[in-house]
């Protein structure tokens, strides 16, 4: 028997977050991910008139590639991958690893290999910027014990951050987009932070379920060379299977001038893997109401209420473009409620958010309790 939580949440990403119309072909890539999901994501899209096609990888197997892979290797499997993904209208993307560290030991120029020559061409510039896309991770015990959950608990919170009302918060944060795209001067303050910056011309774009479930933020790019200060993330972090605590980044104009974490080695290469990689494409502020502690998943940590997530790496080139490039996007998390350290965001001369709460008025539909 089907769990009627898998069904309720099929039915968000195939009729909400992906918008699936009849005659719509839609890839399901499920990664380690259960078949009963896999199934069931099949049958709604048919449901819904689709054409699904379905890829299933493994985590183990995608190691193995990269490791012994050749670029030549890898440029045949993103030829044929970019010749499928243009030819569907909508992607779901299914991870259900249950190893977040396992490609933590391919070495670091294979990873940039794979960035370069097969995941930006089949995803960054196909896929973000041609189809109707969401992407998530499925739980399992490992997610559980991440979270510092037991597995039973942490189910039902994933099935209630998943499922929940987001056309109620799409409603909610019209407000912010608002100010965003007036705002100028951006300054944060907190525990070892002081950034200043400039989100001047450039675009806000609230996400509310269409492209991450679970969701809840709002996002928008520094002027690429305008931000100075440091900022210190107090949100443990994972890129390449590495895991991070405690990063602290210094800029000047615009560039990490000086990076620190547990693994500062790691850190500097992979702010040193291109021109880009040591800029900022994304600043964001999260706000969902059931997430509110990070687990080591950016899927979920970087909408953690109260937070906001600043990016080393490239910008969203066709909705909040700063104009950088880079095969880096690493989001990193800083937590700012007041258990977390506090700290205050500020649009040009007016507060914003105090402590992770919002300040304004017309902000406070944003505020935990007005979003469950």
Known sequence: MI??????????LVNYSTEVKPGDKILIEAIDAP?????ELVRVARQAGADPLVTLKSNRVL????????????KLIADAEALRMKGVDAYIGLRGSLNITEMGDVPADKMKLYQSVWW???????????TRWVVLRYPSSAMAQQAQMSTEAF??????????DYRKMAQAMA??????????????VGPDTELHFSIKGIPAIGCAGKLNIPDGEMFTAPVRDSVNGVVRYNARTIYQGVVHDDIRLEFK?????????????????????????????EFALGFNPYVTKPMLDILFDEKIAGSFHFTPGSAYEDEADNGNRSAVHWDMVCIQTADCGGGEIWFDDELVRRDGLFVPEDLKGLNPENLK
């Open 120 to 130: 930006k061409p089949v995803h960054g510039d196909i896929r973000v910027r041609e």
């Open 35 to 39: 078949h009963e999901m896999t199934n």
């Open 3 to 12: 769990d009627p939580r898998m069904t309720r949440l099929a039915e968000v």
């Open 253 to 281: 104009d615009g560039r990490v001038v000086e990076g620190k974490s547990s693994n500062t080695d790691h850190l500097k290469t992979v702010l040193a893997t291109d021109e880009g990689s040591s800029y900022v494409g």
């Open 155 to 164: 189910e039902a919170f994933y099935f209630d951050v998943c499922t929940m």
């Open 175 to 188: 407000p912010l987009e608002k100010r965003m795209q007036a705002a100028d001067r951006v300054k944060i």
């Open 63 to 74: 190691r193995q590639l990269l490791i012994h892979g050749s670029e030549a290797q890898l």
